[in-house]
């Protein structure tokens, strides 16, 4: 049970959720799209309405099963340790790219400032300190990371709802129809293109239920923060990207490193570009804190069920897991240095996919654990039909997708059985040595 402490209410639990998905993605989701073209947007027709189905699973699961973990914590109820440990390793993994996809982000708005940022080596030190200061954050409890992004979401919020709300005002139809298509592609293929990459900007839709062990009354609050999260996110989602799209050219937006700014510097002048550019680079900077303390917490509930590294279970005498913190940003680090690109845009995305692909299996096996608890007479029966819809949308997400994202995913979802087995043999050995000292 986490102490008075380390409790969160409803409004800083729904801007967690918010926070999460309008994070760094946002920033950088109308280059992406612009890659494809206007007809993009379609997806959103897809993503967005998925979304709020998965929103609304987690919400129910989070009502009657308000458990530490979110995913992880149903799927190892609903289906065994196996499945949890999977479920785990797959989750914490993907946060662990998720985070750097965002850190990257951040040092892509800094570019904006110092240009120097760009040259790779010089720009990956710079992403390694925002994930260190992000540790550090944690460190000092869930409180400040929930009450930093809280004001850093607000922040943020303020300057892409300027852009989302008054970049309609300086909208030019021709333009946007002038990049509606450039590739040629069909709809269909444009809306499979746009929807992987789509998802990335709703990840983070189960946030309140990871974090549920620090969320008060967790029977009301986790649901509550969840679809608020969603329907906030969402609306934000489709208003600013698509303005932006309206605002630049196609060739030019689609090589933009900070397309908000550059939307605002049309808009509003070199001052509205440097006010959107700090924001994007707070509103960022409380979203790495936040997924960092999802992380932590996914981390600090499986190891408590002995389906983790035992050091990860370790905490202060505030309840705060300084260690596992501290290994999580040296693994970040590493992969930092390891995946080096040569721009800022190629490195966000080759991430993005695949942190999206990682995290789709937590999320079926989340939905699969409903049937339990329907059998359990713990959830109504109806919940069956949503949790299908959300196997089906994740599915699809993994079919239309394609490159190399899916064969990393895939590779290292084969590899959790035997990194279980392995986990199984050194928790088997340690009990036996717990049990003969104890003897001895």
Request: hydrophobic share 55%; net charge positive.
């Amino acid at each position: 049970m986490s102490s008075n402490a380390r409790q969160i209410g409803l409004f800083p639990a729904t801007m967690l959720v918010a926070g999460n998905m309008i994070g760094a993605g946002i920033f950088m989701m109308p280059t992406v799209m612009a890659s494809i073209g206007g007809i993009a947007t379609l997806g959103w027709l897809v993503t967005a309405p998925g979304a709020f189905i998965m929103g609304y699973m987690f919400a129910r699961l989070g009502q009657v099963r308000p458990k530490a973990g979110g995913p992880y914590a149903y799927a190892r109820e609903g289906l065994g340790d196996f499945a949890g440990f999977q479920c785990n390793l797959l989750y914490w993994f993907s946060n662990v790219i998720a985070n750097i996809a965002i850190a990257t982000s951040i040092t892509g708005y800094m570019a904006v400032f110092l240009p120097v940022l760009r040259e790779p080596l010089l720009g990956a030190c710079c992403t390694v300190l925002m994930v260190w200061l992000s540790a550090v954050l944690n460190m000092i409890g869930p409180r400040l990371v929930t009450r930093f992004e809280t004001v850093t979401t607000l922040l943020g919020i303020g300057p892409i709802a300027l852009v989302g709300i008054g970049g309609w005002f300086v909208f030019d139809p021709e333009l946007f129809r002038a990049g509606w298509n450039p590739t040629g592609m069909s709809a269909g293929s444009a809306i499979s293109s746009a929807v992987s990459i789509m998802f990335w900007s709703f990840m983070g839709v189960e946030s309140a239920s990871v974090a549920a062990a620090v969320v008060k009354d967790p029977e009301k609050n986790v649901g509550r923060a969840t679809l608020l999260g969603v329907v906030i996110a969402a609306v934000v989602y489709v208003l600013s990207t698509t303005a932006i799209m309206g605002m630049i050219p196609n060739d030019e937006l689609r090589h933009s490193t900070a397309p908000f700014a550059d939307a605002a510097m049309r808009a509003l002048g070199p001052v509205g570009a440097v006010v959107i550019t700090i924001c994007a680079i707070v509103k960022a900077s409380g979203c790495l804190g936040g997924w960092t303390l999802i992380n932590a917490e996914t981390a600090l509930a499986t190891a408590r069920d002995g389906l983790f590294p035992a050091m990860f279970a370790r905490t202060d005498s505030r309840g705060v897991p300084v260690r596992g913190l501290i290994i999580v940003s040296i693994i970040m680090s590493a992969i930092i240095f390891l995946t080096v690109s040569p721009t800022i845009g190629e490195t966000f995305m080759v991430l993005a996919d695949i942190a999206v692909l990682l995290v789709l299996t937590p999320y079926i096996f989340a939905a699969v654990s409903v049937s339990y608890y329907v059998q359990q007479k713990i959830v109504a029966r109806p919940l069956v039909w949503v949790a299908l819809i959300t196997i089906a949308y994740c599915l699809g997400v993994i079919v239309v997708s394609a490159g190399t994202a899916v064969a990393v995913s895939m590779a290292l979802g084969l590899a959790t059985a035997p990194l279980f087995r392995v986990f199984l043999a050194f928790t088997e050995r340690g009990n036996k040595a717990k049990a003969i000292a104890l003897v001895d």
